[in-house]
């Protein structure tokens, strides 16, 4: 009776749920059900290379180092990996608060042109940070939390990333614009390692198994963009890496960098240092981002990495610097300091840019709040040229605008002094 009572209610299981195969839960059922997806969805390859579009659109962040030198595409998948507690989710977080209150403004002027939907997925993390998490961003309608704390099971932190890659990648299908944070994968690495090892599966380097860069590189290779005949959603990603005494060589660390198109590094030494965000400008990089960023501040922008690159490196080993070099060096940290949480405009870093490349130097923050304030008359004018130089850049237009940022440094520096 038993037997013919399990067949009854799997041949109805079959008919009722035919689209759900291998079981069905509550999430499989409410998420994947009106989409005719399985349940072995959370496991599944990415989408080939026929259906991908062009990462041809930029995802503002609101850090200004991160948006004028190392910006980010939608689509694209940016490591990011430092020590413990060197402002890594604060990239994440100020990404969040820019899709609220600047999302309107950023599809006016072409900077992101559709609303981002943000998912947190926390592996392992402190209920101290995973409670402070949702106190700041929980009641943001366009974001979504998913998190394990440090006592879970390890099947659940394993599983937890390749959930939330999953709802990531629903809502891409979609036509939405989604960006996954995935926080952290050496925590997840190490829920794999500990099921392994009990599994009995051989340990290759530092225990970890050998397939631990298939896992990894089968759960970000899912992040992309879609043509726009499949919708024109995409999926970005941004991988945590957490090191050790700023360690990069790690064995997951060096797997997740050879997979991501790129890597925002936090340095230990800069955080001290007082510099946030403590971004290292020689050891991070965007290899699709540049390609995504609008033409102006492109322009901007060129040249500007190399330059701080090597007056950071020049003052970190000791050796004399004239007076130019030492106050270039201050005034691109005062552009480029922010507190957490605290976004910045693109057109307010442009402006900044244009000053600093026509010789203004800010001694401290005073003078960049003096800059907005008399930019404020001219902000909607900028606006304009910021909007026609999407579409078109000529070199009358290159012209005016620094003829318009030399003319606000005298203005400035007058007022100054």
Same mark, same amino acid.
């Given at each position: ?173 979609? #036509?939405?614009?989604?960006? +996954?944070?995935?926080?952290? =994968? @050496?925590?997840? &690495?190490? %829920?794999?390692?500990? $099921? ?106 060129? #040249?500007?990495?190399?330059? +701080?690159?090597?007056?950071? =490196? @020049?003052?970190? &080993?000791? %050796?004399?610097?004239? $007076? ?94």
């Amino acid at each position: 009776m038993t037997v013919m009572m399990t067949v009854i209610m799997t041949v109805m299981m079959n008919v009722l749920f035919k689209p759900i195969r291998f079981g069905w839960d509550l999430v499989t059922m409410v998420f994947c059900f009106p989409q005719g997806c399985r349940y072995d969805s959370i496991i599944k390859k990415g989408h080939r290379i026929g259906l991908r579009g062009k990462v041809n659109d930029s995802l503002v962040t609101g850090i200004g180092f991160v948006d004028s030198i190392i910006p980010v595409g939608r689509g694209q998948r940016q490591l990011i990996l430092g020590d413990r507690s060197t402002g890594k989710t604060s990239i994440f977080i100020s990404s969040i608060i820019v899709s609220v209150v600047f999302a309107g403004f950023c599809s006016v002027d072409g900077f992101g042109s559709k609303r981002i939907f943000m998912l947190y997925v926390g592996i392992n993390q402190n209920m101290s940070k995973i409670s402070g998490f949702i106190t700041k961003i929980g009641k943001i309608w366009s974001s979504l939390i998913m998190a394990s704390h440090s006592s879970s099971a390890a099947s659940l932190s394993y599983l937890l990333g390749l959930i939330g890659i999953s709802f990531a990648e629903s809502f891409m299908e979609k #036509g939405f614009d989604v960006a +996954i944070c995935l926080d952290d =994968l @050496s925590k997840h &690495s190490k %829920s794999y390692r500990q $099921i392994s090892l009990i599994i009995g599966k051989i340990p290759s380097r530092d225990a970890f198994p050998s397939d631990i860069f298939n896992v990894h590189s089968s759960l970000l290779e899912r992040c992309g963009k879609m043509k726009f005949e499949f919708g024109n959603g995409s999926c970005t990603g941004f991988p945590i890496i957490e090191t050790i005494n700023s360690d990069i060589t790690e064995f997951i660390a060096t797997n997740v960098i050879s997979i991501t198109d790129g890597q925002i590094y936090m340095s230990r030494r800069l955080f001290i240092d007082s510099i946030r965000p403590s971004i290292d400008s020689a050891l991070s990089v965007s290899r699709i981002g540049s390609a995504a960023q609008c033409k102006l501040m492109k322009v901007v922008s060129s #040249g500007v990495k190399n330059r +701080i690159t090597t007056l950071r =490196l @020049s003052a970190s &080993s000791g %050796s004399s610097m004239d $007076i130019v070099s030492s106050m270039s060096l201050g005034s691109f940290n005062a552009v480029f300091y922010q507190e957490h949480l605290v976004p910045i405009r693109l057109e307010v870093m442009m402006i900044l840019l244009l000053l600093v490349r026509s010789g203004f130097v800010f001694r401290s923050r005073k003078d960049i709040h003096l800059c907005a304030f008399l930019l404020s008359s001219d902000f909607l004018y900028f606006f304009y040229i910021v909007s026609i130089s999407k579409c078109y850049l000529n070199p009358l237009l290159l012209n005016f605008i620094n003829e318009f940022g030399n003319s606000l440094s005298i203005v400035i520096g007058g007022v100054s002094s």
